[in-house]
């Protein structure tokens, strides 16, 4: 049979028929098997392309008759199955003090701090261990400090280097209960010298001699406003006391001094608060004003009035060892305010005028003794006047210190025959605290304030702590001349901070 169409009727074909026609078709009169294609659908029947929507940016102008709504969206707030830290607790292991490390090897040969050993010149370069009791008596009056890196070694120990001994020395010749000489010094260094410990050592001479100290432990707690304060009745010009920081002062003080139990009342206290027993011990006393805050300030100032009375054979008096640490911060004003809304200065506070009274002589020490303190170069507010009268000091003491440098101006005086003098004096432009000028006194009064700067340590002191070092298993090499002078030079010339820093706490 033959086809309906015609050569003619398929050349007269319309031209979109090649769009229908599949691309392989074949102007053939055969007939043939159509295959379905990889995909049957075509592309030009496909959903056009869906416009983009214009973003609601935050901020943006809305559309004109249109409401926007910003809402946040809520986070799931999940809660913690763990136990929440007690009130106090977070401060607690914040200043946990870690004496004893057990994985430490033990030192068999270290010998104890003895009475023998203050002053002693033969240890000098040596380490010696701290007696279990004293180590008790430090803890409680609060003269260890978290960053003294205690707890790598199996038991406390201190370095007896030069400044040391030369302590000792002065220890010894104030043992005589007839000397009443009091000792005023500051000790001044840059960061990592030992001040802080060299306040230790002092402490622990001042237990083995049966000294009662009396422990500032940080200066900033006096006066950055976080105790409980008031005025102070009958104050003229005003005081103010801290009744909770006084409780805690003595309740320390009645721990590490036990030599408190061996004295009783030798005089009549006609205006404290409550009835006393005439034979009450002082430590009793003292534990009195600790469970009591509102009569801590009165037991206080009791014990004081007791200790500071003249010896007597039937009433001994012992002598008393006055520390703080961070003296900068009691020298300037503080965070309290007085009722007009005024900062108070810290020399109004009743426990930082006790100490500074004691610090100028103002108040003197009938029995003898001593008052420390140090500066401290990690946490220190800037003082001016304090750094000009430490600066002013030690220079008088020691014209060639460090603190004298030469002054630009000496060969122009040296040249014109003036004299050069080079204690600094008080600049004209500079606003200087008086109270502070006055506490630390002129420039070398006798009997006045010492300033002793802590320097580095010799290379035979190096090499000894670095031997004890590798010996209690925390420095792992053999301890050389050529090591001893490589950490020596590193740490800036002995600087112990820093000679720990690249012994003990460095690990490569």
């Known amino acids: ?57 935050p901020g943006g102008p809305p559309k004109r008759g249109e409401k926007t709504t910003f809402s946040r969206k ?15 607790e977070r401060k607690a292991s914040r200043k946990r003090i870690v004496l004893s490390n057990t994985n430490a090897l033990e030192v068999p040969d270290m010998q104890d701090f003895s009475t023998e050993s203050i002053g002693n010149a033969k240890i000098q370069g040596q380490v010696v ?16 400090k978290t960053c003294q890196g205690w707890g790598f070694f199996r038991r406390p120990g201190m370095l007896v280097r030069e400044e040391t001994v030369s302590h000792g020395k002065l220890v010894q010749s104030m043992s005589d209960p007839q000397d009443t000489h009091t000792v005023r010094r500051i000790y001044v260094g840059e960061r990592g010298s030992g001040k802080s410990t060299m306040l230790l050592q002092a402490m622990t001479m001042a237990f083995l001699q049966n000294w009662v100290v009396i422990n500032f432990a940080e200066g900033q707690d006096l006066t950055i406003g976080h105790t409980e304060y008031g005025p102070l009745p009958g104050s003229s010009p005003p005081l103010y006391h801290q009744k909770t920081y006084t409780a805690a002062l003595l309740s320390r003080l009645a721990r590490a001094n036990p030599i408190l139990s061996t ?31 509102e009569i801590a300030h009165p037991v ?10 003249p010896s007597t054979p039937e009433h001994p008096r012992p002598k008393i060892l006055l520390a703080l640490d961070g003296i900068a911060h009691v020298m300037r004003n503080s965070a309290y305010m007085s009722t007009s809304f005024a900062p108070i200065h810290a020399h109004d506070l009743a426990l930082v005028r006790f100490f500074t009274d004691h610090l100028s002589g103002a108040a003197p020490l009938p029995n003898g003794g001593m008052v420390l303190a ?24 020691d014209p060639e210190s ?3 440098l030469p002054s630009p101006i000496q060969p122009f005086l040296t040249a014109t025959g003036q004299e050069y003098n080079p204690i600094p004096q008080p600049q004209p432009l500079v606003r200087y605290d008086e109270r502070v000028m006055q506490v630390l006194g002129g420039v070398r009064p006798e009997g006045g304030i010492e300033v002793q700067r802590l320097k580095g340590l010799s290379r035979e002191e190096a090499r000894g702590l670095m031997e004890y070092w590798a010996r209690s298993g925390m420095m792992r090499r053999e301890v050389s001349e050529g090591l001893v002078g490589e950490k020596w030079t590193v740490s800036g010339g002995g600087v112990v901070g820093e000679l720990e820093r690249g012994c003990v706490r460095m690990r490569v």
């Not at 050349?11 to 295959?35: G, V």
């Not at 500066?375 to 600066?391: A, I, M, W």
Request: proline share 10%.
């Open 129 to 144: 261990g701290i007696p279990g009791q004293v180590v008790d008596q430090l803890r409680a009056i609060e003269a260890f």
């Open 74 to 88: 809520k986070k799931k707030h999940t809660e913690s199955k763990a136990r929440p830290p007690a009130p106090g």
């Open 300 to 309: 206080f100032l009791a014990l004081w009035a007791e200790l500071s009375a």
């Open 402 to 404: 460090v603190a004298a």
């Open 1 to 57: 049979m033959s086809s309906g169409r015609c050569w003619s009727c398929i050349a007269r074909a319309p031209e979109n028929l090649k769009y229908r026609l599949p691309h392989n078709y074949s102007y053939s009169l055969i007939p043939f098997e159509q295959h379905a294609l990889f995909s049957t659908t075509s592309q030009n029947f496909a959903n056009p392309t869906p416009k983009s929507r214009p973003s609601k940016v």
């Open 263 to 293: 004295l009783q009342l030798s005089q009549p206290h006609p205006s404290f608060p409550i009835p006393l027993q005439s034979n009450i011990s002082l430590d009793r006393l003292a534990l009195l004003g600790a469970s009591d805050p």
């Open 374 to 397: 140090a500066t401290s170069e990690s946490n220190h507010p800037n003082v001016l006047t304090l750094q000009f009268k430490l600066k002013q000091i030690e220079i008088a003491q």
